[in-house]
């Protein structure tokens, strides 16, 4: 089955800790983004990467932080600087050629931090 | 001015009548437009998407794109207690660098009364 998956769907975390969502696709698409949600919230961008070992800062990428050292892998960060990391997490890739586009989500971490 | 506004709603509509969501955009160079169907706790799935003007139809949804005013809406007809959910817009810009970026309107949340 081809697809995108993030790991785990709960994540639990104290106040002050790091923590690292995963996001794993085997679509061999180039284009990986992270989106957060909150509750009756739009999705807002934190970072995407158009290639490996490239990427860019979204809307609201302090506090976090992302690499993509494998097209298939774009892994997240959460720092200890992020005020609010409590939210939902949605890791996305995408195909496009020409006007076509379409990006596929994965099914979403959500993060608690206490 | 937020980049892609939406109605929060919620907008309710009796099983079986035609609910019309909308959605404004800011950017003029704006390229493609997406329509995402969310329910509640899970990722987005894509329902439409548009770039040209004018109407486009798939099965019981239909995308109307006006890029002179800037605006792009969804119809659903016949509509059924399964289509409630929350939909969200989605506009791609192609920025400086060959990046492409999706903004997300905030969702209107859609109620289809039995």
């Known amino acids: 089955d081809g697809g995108i998956t993030q790991s785990p769907k709960y994540l639990f975390r104290k106040e002050g800790q790091n923590v690292t969502l995963s996001c794993e696709q085997n679509?061999?698409?180039?284009?990986m983004y992270w989106y957060r949600q909150d509750p009756g919230q739009g999705l807002r961008l934190i970072y995407y990467?158009?290639?490996?070992?490239?990427?860019q800062k979204g809307d609201i990428a302090e506090g976090y932080s992302v690499s993509r050292e494998k097209k298939e892998s774009f892994p997240l960060t959460v720092t200890s600087a992020q005020k609010n990391p409590t939210a939902f997490y949605l890791c996305?890739?995408?195909?496009?050629?020409?006007?076509?586009?379409?990006?596929?989500f994965g099914p979403g971490t959500r993060l608690t931090v206490t | 001015q937020k980049e892609v506004e939406q109605n929060s709603g919620p907008l309710s509509v009796p099983e079986g009548a035609i609910a019309s969501l909308n959605c404004t955009y800011s950017?003029?160079?704006?390229?493609?437009f997406f329509w995402y169907r969310q329910y509640s706790g899970k990722s987005p799935e894509l329902i439409m998407f548009i770039y040209s003007n004018g109407d486009k139809e798939d099965g019981r949804f239909t995308a109307q794109l006006n890029k002179a005013s800037q605006y792009v809406s969804l119809l659903i007809r016949d509509s059924q207690p399964s289509d409630s959910a929350t939909y969200l817009c989605a506009v791609k810009i192609l920025e400086s660098g060959g990046y492409q970026k999706v903004t997300f309107g905030t969702g209107t949340k859609l109620q289809v009364i039995p």
């Open positions: 950017d003029r160079g704006s390229q493609s």
């Open positions: 996305a890739s995408s195909i496009s050629e020409g006007f076509y586009y379409e990006q596929y």
């Open positions: 679509l061999n698409h180039d284009a």
């Open positions: 990467s158009q290639i490996v070992n490239d990427f």
